[in-house]
């Protein structure tokens, strides 16, 4: 077991080592890179560009270049984008509370309304109310989250005043309320798409369950039908929502909420990206891929640690 | 469904030129309308498009530059389905021969492309379109023969069917891992079969079910990853249209002619459905257990 751990550990550092030097890759590569150009502005003179390289190292090798940026990306010093010349972990620091506000409360909303559905649906499977909510879900998926967040934005929020218009309130300021209340339609509009995903998934799994011997068995012993659902089939069947709960938390914290929050004008680290990346500002970029691949990297590997752990079938590799 | 949009999709040219007499981006800011026998501007002068006047020409109303916008989106559904089938008949070819490869010689060649999926599935989806979406524009793409400009399709194109890969390529592989070891596979090699024979003769035709579970997904998939890069500015660029931009230049105006949002998205809503109900059908048609997930 502890050599699994450390073979994942391992990978783990490699998986990132990769991806920084693609994302590295992908801003210097390519053709009209050069920051210095853009730092520098339209009327710029030849020196006043040199002395920009000169300043920021773009003259350097570009091994060099990118083991200073990765230094100084572990360490957090002198770390300041090119455009605005502000520190990265500074605006890492304002938009991550903003982004985490957003996932957690659309997780813990996708998660509740995913499996009351599933299991609702599972229930009643093959009746009229399991077909409505299959295609409810199958809609759910089907749908935009920028275009529902316009919508909803406009009609709900603009029209009817019923909500504010997109913002964010944190606590310290407007107090939980107000916070809450300008989170609502964000955590709704992130949570439809996993909604649809966890009610479909958890259905399927808990029909699968149903057949297994063990039910049977415990239905044969005499237990009421709601302890075997409860007891027996939810337990088995939680195992493969948790999980991709894991996994879509990191993804959504990662970046995956970049359209809400462009949409709900959240300001979290999504939109930092988004503004970033339309100005090839290279090291909010790197800062904010690298933590989007830190979590997902880290909670898969924590999925993986803790199947092998539960299942003893996983062959260690 | 699908179908019946795809058909409209191709029909867009002959609907802009005998119904609508205009162009996806011909601009008509200070021209005129006739609705019910009444003279328009189809963008008044503070800006505003006209809305839908449910007739041949200015069918849903207009843009802010004065284009129809019926006939954006019919060219827009030609653009997004270009890119979404090329996409992922790309994803698909990559995906299968990636999974081969990996599942049946592993060893080194099996920890090579199982590492680079790890790390392609370590970056999350829309921030890697969108960098590189964004990247490539700016210098567009000299790869030996291939040379694409900024501004064309093919950059999304590649760009959504490199970054599909992971979903179809882990699952293969693990099919392959389980086919490897059956009798037949074995048999083929005891009658001394070459490593490609055995793979695209006797492993290949077992993973086509697969595949085919997995394709209409995929399409849905590439459709919704092209409108969030397109609406985020990394994917179609103007003046070609896209449901994605239209959305994104709608939400602009949404407070004067929230037509120009709706309809597109509902364009997105409907494409997107329909795959995901063709794709449920196939699923049940051919394994009824297998569980199958994408997730953007």
């Known amino acids: 077991m502890a050599r699994f751990i450390v073979r994942r550990l391992l990978g783990m550092i490699f998986v990132l080592f990769a991806v920084s030097v693609i994302v590295f890759g992908i801003f210097f590569v390519i053709p009209n890179g050069a920051p210095e150009n853009r730092m520098a502005g339209k009327q710029s003179t030849p020196q006043q560009i040199a002395a920009i390289r000169k300043d920021w190292g773009f003259d350097k090798p570009i091994t060099t270049q990118y083991v200073k940026m990765m230094e100084k990306l572990v360490t957090g010093k002198n770390f300041k984008s090119y455009q605005q010349q502000r520190d990265v972990y500074a605006e890492l620091r304002e938009g991550l509370p903003r982004t985490f506000a957003l996932a957690i409360g659309a997780a813990i909303l996708w998660m509740a309304a995913g499996v009351a559905l599933g299991v609702f649906s599972a229930l009643r499977a093959g009746k009229k109310a399991d077909f409505v909510v299959n295609v409810l879900a199958l809609i759910g998926i089907s749908i935009p989250v920028f275009w529902l967040g316009a919508l909803v934005n406009h009609y709900l929020g603009y029209k009817l005043g019923l909500f504010p218009n997109g913002g964010y309130v944190p606590i310290s300021e407007g107090g939980l309320w107000q916070w809450t209340y300008h989170l609502i339609m964000p955590w709704v509009v992130l949570s439809i798409l996993f909604i649809g995903i966890y009610s479909r998934v958890l259905r399927s799994t808990i029909l699968e369950t149903m057949n297994e011997d063990f039910v049977r068995t415990a239905r044969a012993k005499g237990i009421s039908e709601r302890r075997v659902i409860v ?11 948790l999980t991709l709960w894991g996994l879509d938390f990191g993804l959504v914290i990662g970046g995956g909420a970049i359209l809400t929050e462009t949409v709900f004008d959240l300001q979290g680290i999504g939109s930092y990206y988004a503004d970033s990346v339309s100005q090839l500002d290279v ?3 790197m800062a904010v891929t690298m933590l989007g691949a830190v979590f997902i990297v880290v909670l898969n590997t924590v999925v993986d640690i803790l199947y092998a752990a539960l299942d003893p079938r996983i062959r260690l590799t | 469904m699908f179908v019946l949009l795809v058909v409209m999709a191709l029909c867009a040219p002959l609907y802009a030129k005998h119904v609508a007499h205009t162009t996806p981006d011909r601009n008509n800011i200070t021209g005129k309308v006739t609705v019910g026998g009444e003279q328009r501007d189809v963008v008044s002068l503070d800006g505003i498009p006209i809305g839908p006047t449910w007739q041949g020409e200015y069918l849903l109303g207009a843009d802010q530059n004065g284009r129809d916008v019926a006939v954006r989106l019919l060219y827009g559904a030609r653009n997004s389905m270009f890119i979404a089938l090329t996409a992922t008949a790309i994803t698909t070819i990559l995906g299968i021969i ?21 790390v392609l599935w370590a970056i999350p989806v829309l921030l890697l379109g969108v960098a590189l979406g964004v990247s490539l524009a700016l210098g567009g793409v000299k790869l030996g023969p291939l040379e694409l400009s900024g501004d064309s399709l093919w950059i999304p194109t590649l760009i959504i069917g490199v970054v599909g890969v992971v979903y179809l390529a882990r699952p293969l592989r693990g099919e392959v891992l389980r086919l490897r070891e059956q009798e037949f596979v074995e048999a083929a090699r005891a009658q001394g079969a070459s490593g490609p024979r055995i793979m695209f003769g006797e492993i290949f035709p077992n993973i086509i079910a697969t595949v085919l579970v997995f394709f209409p997904l995929l399409v849905a998939n590439a459709v919704l990853l092209e409108a969030a890069l397109s609406f985020l500015g990394a994917g179609v660029r103007d003046p070609d249209p896209s449901w994605g931009t239209m959305i994104g230049e709608g939400e602009k105006v949404i407070i004067t002619q929230p037509a120009l949002t709706i ?16 794709g449920e059908a196939v699923r049940e048609a051919i394994d009824p257990r297998a569980r199958v997930r994408l997730e953007q």
């Open chain 2, 98 to 118: 990636l999974g081969l490869l990996a599942g049946y010689y592993r060893g080194v060649v099996d920890w090579i492309i199982s590492r680079s999926m790890d």
């Open chain 1, 283 to 285: 090291p909010p970029i």
């Open chain 2, 263 to 278: 309809a597109p998205g509902l364009m997105l809503v409907l494409t997107v459905l329909s795959l995901n109900v063709v």
């Open chain 1, 231 to 241: 007891r027996h089939v939810l337990r088995t069947s939680m195992i493969p929502i």
